[in-house]
């Protein structure tokens, strides 16, 4: 984010050095500062008057707090060499240390659990990539909600706090983990069937080409569900779809959602996975015109805070605060 | 910050497991979060009246940065690997990444430039020591209002800011760095006289008896001088003090924090010297009751900036947010 040097070797003073930030973070100046702070006290009021309280949680985790929780993520963690000998990580969600932090200083409270956070995530970044090192996330964690009450709970919140941000033009696309997989067994496909992986691994990415692919490399399926399943994967639409394909899961949101009158925010998207290995259940997505990424995403992930010792259900969903913040900005560019 | 974990091996569930958080971090719960979000907020608002804008730097920076600009703290920062190979630290303060960002970013801007920044720092600790390895910072940069006038804006801004965050019983120990060093030549030490550094670091630790004994082990100050610079580093007061000691950088301080009327919020301390080495005139320390260790800090230091580029005095400080709230707190509990 820094400009050019027109300075260097030029002066006749001694010479001064330019450092760059590294790739993948930035200075933020003040008239952006403004706009996110403007931001995002309004969104921590939608989650203070919902009931939810602010936390933070340390930058700095032991190493052995990610193995507990997310095992699958310490390839992707900054690691902190410290003089004590016992091997820290910076924080790579704020998910996962909620569920600590849940588990341990409210191990006897009574849940329903409500907490919001607005903080820094920091994730290692590929050479040439446009990727962030570092962003600030806001998000909530709703602890000892089960589905799909809980999942209506978020997700009518997301959609007050995308309002408070500023977007009228935004969809929430939603899905099920387990909906597609459960149609993988259905169709044959062992658990255990190396084909599994690299399926969910095309649908993770959404190549819906190399899903159809590896799909057709799956010898335990047949052709007819071969291309119902690329079908269903590459399925988006509204309360008729999931009656159309049986997502009796989703469908008990969706009468929720109903009731809450924020229909319209959502598509169901029945290919959607995360990335994240610890979502059990309801996943979604975040999308507003102008902005080629999610805004943000979330979901259910009923294992999660057990692995810390107490067993709570459990609902999260963050929102990376620059794209919340340039999504806001380009409508308000469109409306004038 | 975790409690005990009695549920530990009781249960006949699979084992569960609780996991600490790293000494030196803390997991910050919501009611507490709620005063700390106050308190910035009002000591935000004071900045951003004074025309302050708020900045925010990557928690990564370049070890370079630090080279650069100090490099006698590279033993004291966190380093992190990065597959890129150019080594990473944590930031450890947030004045030099400024001084870098005004330096870069504000290269043409007509000064005074004025920055807040709320961020955390970074900075190892000691095996069973009570320090901090994160903690929360408010502060400002006053880059290119030079002695006196920038100090006297600073330490005016100070006053008010810790007003703001509730405190009224505070006091703000000002100091010159090159006081006490102007006295040690005046008496004779060279300033490649290794017992230079010895006697300036009892000075930064506050260890006036073994200031006393290093101050002894000086052959090149003879005995008189040794009492006077022992007594002058350890003396306190006011504008008396000051007159006394011929101390005119602080005289012309002082005439200007007269004038604006903050002159019993001060106390001037000549044996102040801060542990950073980039402070190169006026120094602070905040000190309030019921706080066993300064509030804060900071000073003045003319020749950083100019590292990355751009000759630009500068002035700032820093305060350590939790001791703040705790020293506000204590102050209510007073007034009950």
């Known amino acids: 984010m820094n400009g050019p040097n027109p300075t260097a070797g030029r002066s006749s003073a001694p010479p001064r050095e330019t450092v760059p930030v590294p790739t993948g973070t930035r200075d933020v100046l003040p008239e952006e500062m403004a706009e996110l702070r403007e931001i995002s006290a309004r969104v921590a009021g939608v989650f203070t008057d919902a009931g939810y309280g602010e936390v933070s949680t340390p930058s700095l985790e032991f190493e052995e707090t990610v193995r507990i929780a997310a095992p699958d993520y310490l390839d992707?963690?900054?690691?902190?060499?410290?003089?004590?000998?016992?091997?820290?990580?910076?924080?790579?969600?704020?998910?996962?240390?909620?569920?600590?932090?849940?588990?341990?200083?409210?191990?006897?409270?009574?849940?329903?659990?409500?907490?919001?956070?607005?903080?820094?995530?920091?994730?290692?970044?590929?050479?040439?990539?446009?990727?962030?090192?570092?962003?600030?996330?806001?998000?909530?964690?709703?602890?000892?909600?089960?589905?799909?009450?809980?999942?209506?709970?978020?997700?009518?919140?997301?959609?007050?706090?995308?309002?408070?941000?500023?977007?009228?033009?935004?969809?929430?696309?939603?899905?099920?983990?387990?909906?597609?997989?459960?149609?993988?067994?259905?169709a044959g496909l062992a658990e255990d069937d190396p084909a599994r992986n690299s399926i969910l691994h095309e649908l993770q990415s959404r190549d819906l080409v190399g899903l159809r692919r590896e799909l057709d490399r799956a010898n335990a399926i047949n052709d007819g569900d071969r291309g119902r399943l690329a079908d269903v994967a590459a399925a988006r639409g509204g309360r008729e779809l999931l009656e159309r394909e049986g997502a009796s899961h989703l469908l008990a949101l969706d009468d929720r959602l109903r009731g809450a009158g924020i229909e319209d925010r959502v598509i169901y998207d029945l290919g959607l996975v995360r990335q994240l290995s610890y979502y059990t259940g309801t996943v979604l997505e975040v999308y507003a015109p102008h902005s080629g990424f999610p805004l943000g995403g979330g979901g259910r992930y009923d294992d999660l805070v057990g692995c810390f010792g107490r067993d709570l259900t459990a609902f999260g969903f963050a929102l990376n605060m620059e794209r919340l913040h340039l999504a806001a900005l380009a409508e308000q560019e469109g409306a004038r």
Do not use: C, W
């Open 76 to 186: 992707n963690v900054y690691r902190v060499p410290d003089a004590d000998g016992r091997p820290l990580v910076l924080r790579f969600d704020s998910t996962v240390p909620i569920a600590r932090l849940a588990a341990t200083r409210y191990r006897e409270a009574d849940p329903p659990l409500r907490f919001f956070y607005l903080q820094h995530v920091y994730r290692p970044v590929e050479p040439k990539r446009a990727q962030s090192r570092q962003f600030l996330q806001i998000g909530m964690e709703l602890l000892g909600e089960a589905a799909p009450q809980g999942d209506a709970e978020a997700i009518e919140l997301l959609a007050r706090v995308l309002e408070a941000a500023g977007l009228t033009d935004f969809r929430i696309a939603v899905g099920d983990v387990g909906f597609f997989t459960g149609r993988l067994e259905a």
